[in-house]
């Protein structure tokens, strides 16, 4: 069982940079692939990024590339999801999420996701 915690959320300017993490316990977490989401108020939670066991295999959601990037230590057993050049629209909470998975294809469904964090918040001022 992966406990996921998320933290590095908060209040930021347009334009600004916000860098998540996420602690991953309980399993082993090298080999899991994993991604982050995120859920905007009255909106459906969203994919932003996937990243593969070995930090080698990235994927996007194309309303994000190149303003967001995901990076992982397994050493630290965590996930980081680099925010630049925020804007108001990614205020949103954001989760982080795992699945047991040593492929190389990085999926963007939410179901193929076993375990989840409670997620952080992040809300972007203009």
């Known amino acids: 069982q992966v406990q996921l915690a998320e933290s590095g959320g908060g209040l930021v300017q347009a334009g600004g940079s916000l860098a998540l993490s996420c602690a991953a316990s309980?399993?082993?977490?090298?080999?899991?692939?994993m991604a982050w989401f995120r859920q905007a108020p009255g909106r459906e939670r969203e994919f932003v990024a996937a990243?593969?066991?070995?930090?080698?295999?990235?994927r996007y959601a194309d309303s994000v590339k190149g303003g967001f990037t995901v990076y992982r230590d397994n050493a630290k057993n965590t996930v980081y999801l680099r925010i630049n050049s925020l804007k108001p629209g990614a205020t949103a909470v954001y989760y982080c999420?795992?699945?047991?998975?040593?492929?190389?294809?990085?999926?963007?469904?939410?179901?193929?996701?076993?375990?989840w964090g409670q997620g952080t918040q992040v809300t972007v001022s203009s």
């Open positions: 999420a795992a699945r047991w998975f040593l492929g190389g294809v990085q999926s963007s469904r939410l179901v193929d996701y076993a375990y």
């Open positions: 309980g399993g082993s977490f090298s080999g899991h692939a």
């Open positions: 990243i593969g066991w070995s930090g080698s295999m990235t």
